[in-house]
């Protein structure tokens, strides 16, 4: 198996544009979580799906965060506007089920000039 | 104040030497995840503690979960430098499965 997914893999933008980071979750699992990984706040769960369905967003930052799960093989986290604040490393992990061992993608280092 | 700390924050041993890290939940835990990351590197699954009491172990490295302490450690047998890396531990707080909060890490270095 390929493992989780993460495109892409380094993003340096500048302040004010829009950032698209995307998931490929483990196929078979049904939850997928986003995280962002920061010196200062360590690993932060940001918001996690269950079946393609938002459960808990509660750990999204500000209306400027927002994700999406399309299908069970996809999702997207957007920033828009992106603030040199957002300069993290995005994680994206699955599971097969909600209690169990979350598998990590390898991490978006983004950037925010 | 952190709602999961780990102890000690970075760790420096010599090759073939055991080591404690402990992780103390100021909640009740409903389950305790352990990975390990490379710097630069996504995080590996270590193991996943859910009963009071379990103990777990995977070639020479062994966690345990105390509920009632609210508190897990991980213990390694005989370090190698391939143990080198940053340890977390990740814990279901609310029952909700999937929930995790993560403490800081520790960072452990292996001499050879």
């Known amino acids: 198996d390929a493992g989780v997914i993460q495109s892409p893999r380094h993003e340096v933008t500048e302040m004010g544009q829009e950032v698209t980071l995307r998931c490929k979750p483990i196929?078979?699992?049904?939850?997928l979580f986003w995280y962002r990984q920061t010196m200062m706040r360590g690993l932060e769960l940001l918001i996690y799906f269950n079946n393609n369905v938002p459960i808990d967003d509660s750990g999204m930052p500000e209306d400027r965060f927002s994700a999406k799960m399309p299908n069970a093989s996809f999702s997207t986290l957007k920033i828009q506007p992106s603030e040199p604040r957002d300069s993290a490393v995005y994680f994206c992990?699955?599971?097969?089920?909600?209690?169990?061992?979350?598998?990590f993608g390898p991490g978006t280092r983004l950037t925010v000039l | 104040s952190q709602e999961l700390e780990q102890s000690p924050q970075s760790l420096i041993v010599q090759e073939g030497k055991n080591l404690t890290i402990n992780c103390t939940s100021s909640k009740t835990l409903y389950g305790l995840y352990w990975y390990k990351q490379k710097y630069g590197e996504g995080l590996i699954f270590l193991m996943m503690l859910q009963k009071g009491g379990e103990e777990k172990s995977h070639e020479k490295i062994t966690a345990k979960l105390d509920e009632k302490k609210q508190q897990s450690s991980l213990h390694i047998t005989a370090s190698q430098p391939s143990h080198a890396g940053i340890y977390l531990c990740?814990?279901?707080?609310?029952?909700?499965?999937?929930?995790?909060?993560f403490g800081q890490g520790t960072e452990l270095s292996v001499k050879p």
């Open positions: 196929s078979g699992h049904n939850s």
């Open positions: 990740g814990a279901d707080n609310n029952n909700q499965g999937g929930k995790l909060i």
């Open positions: 992990a699955s599971s097969f089920l909600l209690g169990g061992e979350q598998f």
